[in-house]
């Protein structure tokens, strides 16, 4: 009798990757501060360890997956609305940043610890691959930016650079709140207890930011009247 998970088809694979991963990332809900291991992760969703080394060769590349699988629903969005919608503003594009980056509380500290994984623990061809598919979805959002916003300086790749510096201010403000008092800064009653210089809600900061960086770097619309 052949065993099956050496000969499943496709979409059996795809659902099998989806439980392993299902299962990661539960237990990464349940404890964020620390990597389950591949038997853990096994364990949880049922299956032998074997068959987790199948799909993920280490822990840190199946983080790292996990990782991925929310990215791509951010540029799933993020795509469909720039090539989709007749017009839009920072705030259509704002929502959709805070609806799969801000506001669910393992996204940014998992993006953070992925750099780390990738600067030290995953092999150096897998952190590539990752990369080379971020860039293609980075630069078809890219493209759409600059369909709908004229840029200050116009240039190949201003999208993709708007873009990635958006999301420096995300993660790097992110880390900022969570190094004063533990992450603990934007938390009802803990503000009292910090100076007031840090005493600053991360949402409301991470928003103040992204739109003024983003005034001045999209040209403002021709005056009416204006033949230029």
Known sequence: M???????????????????????????????????????????????????????????????????????????????LVEGAPSLDFDMLFAVARTHLVEPPLFLPLAARCFGLMAHCIPPAATLAFQHRMAARLERAGAGIERHFPLRTPAPGRGVALLRRCYALILGLWQMSAAIGGGLCCASGAAEELPPAFAWSYPEELEAALRAFWQGTIAAPPAAGDTQ
């Open 2 to 80: 052949a065993v099956r998970q050496r000969a499943i088809q496709a979409e059996d694979k795809q659902e099998r990757r989806d439980a392993i991963l299902d299962a990661a990332e539960q237990l990464l809900r349940d404890a964020p501060e620390r990597v389950a291991s591949v038997a853990e992760v096994a364990q949880q969703a049922g299956l032998a360890k074997g068959t987790v080394y199948l799909y993920f060769p280490s822990k840190e590349e199946l983080l790292l997956a996990v990782h991925e699988r929310r990215v791509d629903c951010f540029f799933h969005d993020l795509i469909a």
